[in-house]
């Protein structure tokens, strides 16, 4: 019987599976912590790729936790770049949907002949009164999807209310396309419309996160603190509004 030859060290790496993504939340100064998918592998290099997916590092098996986080906060600008052109790119292919989302749930676009013109959600679909295509379609789907908001935002906000150490003094809806919110130093909670769009636990992690700007006018890690007791299930949230930015930008 021969001898076996000896493995090489390629082969040896080539053994060895990769790990399953394992997620991180990465602290970034003066903004919200990332959320990093972190593959673990028998390669010698640390690779960041950016996808609408999200952000995942490539890190070598034994590499420290501390090395990678370090390199995240380094590329953060070059991040943030590429989930940007990521997110354009997204809108391009959404520039005359078939459908609209209403609470996270897409409502196919129906067009019928009628008066008064006007927009309504109904079995599934967003039915279009009077009007023949998408860009006439698109004021009539705003102002349902803000009427839609009007009378949801108010009661989804008072139910903070038994956790808020700080009253919001109004509640006021924007038509922000590149915010979902912002809170005043006197008080004032306001809400993009749009934000209508996005799932039920989105539509509260910004709510939590402008009552949070309450007590801290920042985002520091006492902020985000203050995010999680107000609603502990936020990075969900978060991570949709980051995915389907896009989305709902589109009306």
Not at 44 to 72: D, K, M, N, S, W
Not at 162 to 186: E, F, I, Q, V, Y
Not at 207 to 225: G, I, K, T, V, Y
Request: proline content about 6%; charged content about 25%.
């Amino acid at each position: 019987m021969k001898p076996a030859k000896p493995k090489s060290a390629a082969s040896a790496r080539a053994r060895v599976p990769k790990t399953a993504p394992v997620v991180w939340h990465v602290s970034l100064a003066d903004r919200e912590p990332l959320q990093l998918a972190v593959v673990r592998s028998a390669r010698r290099t640390l690779a960041l790729h950016v996808t609408g997916q999200g952000v995942e590092a490539r890190a070598p098996l034994t590499l420290p936790r501390e090395r990678i986080e370090g390199f995240v906060r380094e590329k953060a600008d070059w991040i943030r770049r590429k989930q940007a052109e990521v997110m354009a790119r997204d809108a391009a292919r959404l520039a005359t949907p078939h459908s609209v989302l209403l609470r996270g749930i897409g409502h196919a676009l129906h067009f019928i002949p009628g008066s008064p013109r006007r927009a309504l959600f109904r079995d599934g679909q967003c039915v279009v009164v009077g009007a023949a295509d998408w860009e006439a379609a698109q004021p009539l789907i705003a102002r349902a999807l803000r009427a839609e908001a009007a009378a949801d935002f108010p009661a989804r906000l008072q139910a903070f209310s038994g956790h808020w150490l700080r009253a919001p003094r109004a509640l006021k809806l924007s038509s922000a396309r590149k915010r979902w919110g912002s809170c005043t130093s006197r008080g004032t909670v306001n809400l993009a419309w749009r934000l209508v769009m996005a799932p039920d636990y989105a539509i509260d992690y910004v709510m939590a996160h402008e009552l949070a700007h309450l007590l801290e006018m920042n985002h520091s890690p006492r902020f985000w603190a203050e995010v999680a007791r107000l609603y502990p299930d936020w990075q969900r949230g978060h991570v949709w509004l980051k995915r389907n930015a896009a989305l709902c930008g589109v009306v």
